[in-house]
């Protein structure tokens, strides 16, 4: 009896490790930002022909005083050169909060990423947003 209790808990085991798939997302890189209208980045990430997908957090800060202000913002992931493409986030909000970006499934190749202020308007910019995040396949 006690052979055969053995011989079922070592297959449920195994059976348990043939079914159990772990998924986690690679992060391919942290970025940061401080804009006032918008900042392009000059680092390189390599993106493989997967979904990929940012996370990031910023604030709007209000010059005069300091104090956080809620904008928007937009993140962009250019491909340069030949068979380029660009592709932009929704608006996101700058409160302090995690947000998400999907990006969808990308071509294989070399991105850049670009933030812009959303709620920028021509004439005097009042306040900056800062922030940082990741970007994941």
Same mark, same amino acid.
């Given at each position: 009896?006690?052979?055969?209790?053995?011989?079922?808990?070592?297959? /449920? $085991?195994?059976? =348990?490790?043939?079914?159990? !798939? %772990?998924? *986690?997302?690679?992060?391919?890189?942290?970025?940061?930002?401080?804009?006032?209208?918008?900042?392009?980045?000059?680092?390189?990430?390599?993106?493989?022909?997967?979904?990929?997908?940012?996370?990031?957090?910023?604030? /709007? $800060?209000?010059? =005069?005083?300091?104090?956080? !202000? %809620?904008? *928007?913002?937009?993140?962009?992931?250019?491909?340069?050169?030949?068979?380029?493409?660009?592709?932009?986030?929704?608006?996101?909000?700058?409160?302090?909060?995690?947000?998400?970006?999907?990006?969808?499934?990308?071509?294989?190749?070399?991105?850049?990423?670009?933030?812009?202020?959303?709620?920028?308007?021509?004439?005097?910019?009042?306040?900056?947003?800062?922030?940082?995040?990741?970007?994941?396949?």
């Amino acid at each position: 009896m006690r052979k055969i209790l053995k011989q079922i808990f070592v297959s /449920g $085991i195994l059976i =348990s490790g043939v079914y159990c !798939v %772990t998924v *986690s997302a690679k992060s391919l890189g942290k970025f940061t930002f401080d804009i006032d209208r918008a900042v392009y980045g000059n680092t390189g990430y390599s993106i493989e022909a997967k979904d990929t997908w940012t996370t990031s957090t910023a604030n /709007g $800060i209000r010059y =005069s005083d300091g104090k956080k !202000v %809620t904008k *928007s913002y937009q993140i962009q992931l250019n491909k340069k050169g030949i068979g380029g493409c660009t592709k932009w986030s929704p608006k996101m909000s700058a409160d302090g909060d995690s947000h998400k970006a999907d990006f969808g499934k990308l071509s294989k190749g070399t991105y850049y990423i670009n933030v812009s202020n959303a709620d920028y308007q021509s004439g005097l910019v009042y306040f900056h947003i800062k922030g940082g995040g990741h970007i994941r396949q």
